[in-house]
């Protein structure tokens, strides 16, 4: 059974930081892209940031400089630092992974954030 753990969320402000965690377990190894989504109330769920196996990042434009996203292969975990943390930055986190061969994916349960001003 596949689970994705998520941690490290939480209430945080503005210019703070917090680190999110989200270990996998149950996925058809070898692991490819972890990534990192978001969902703000009344919106769509959107990339915030995706590292491939071979460790090349993309992030979405409102976070680059601030977000750092990485991962663990041997522990099937993927971090995202975020740093200088906004209002606009509050919704709900969500871990995606994705095996390399199958190409399944799978979602967290999801953590909130939430930035005060």
């Known amino acids: 059974q596949v689970q994705l753990v998520e941690s490290g969320g939480g209430l945080v402000q503005a210019g703070g930081s917090l680190r999110l965690s989200c270990a996998a377990s149950g996925v058809v190894l070898p692991i490819g892209t972890m990534g990192w989504y978001r969902q703000a109330p009344g919106k769509q769920r959107d990339l915030v940031a995706e590292?491939?196996?071979?460790?090349?990042?993309m992030y979405e434009d409102s976070v680059k400089g601030r977000f750092t996203i990485s991962r663990d292969i041997a522990k099937n975990v993927v971090y995202l630092q975020m740093n200088s943390l906004e209002p606009e930055d509050t919704a709900v986190y969500y871990c995606n992974v994705q095996e390399l061969i199958r190409k399944s994916e799978y979602w967290g349960q999801g953590t909130q954030v939430t930035v005060s001003s």
């Open positions: 590292i491939s196996r071979g460790g090349s990042t």
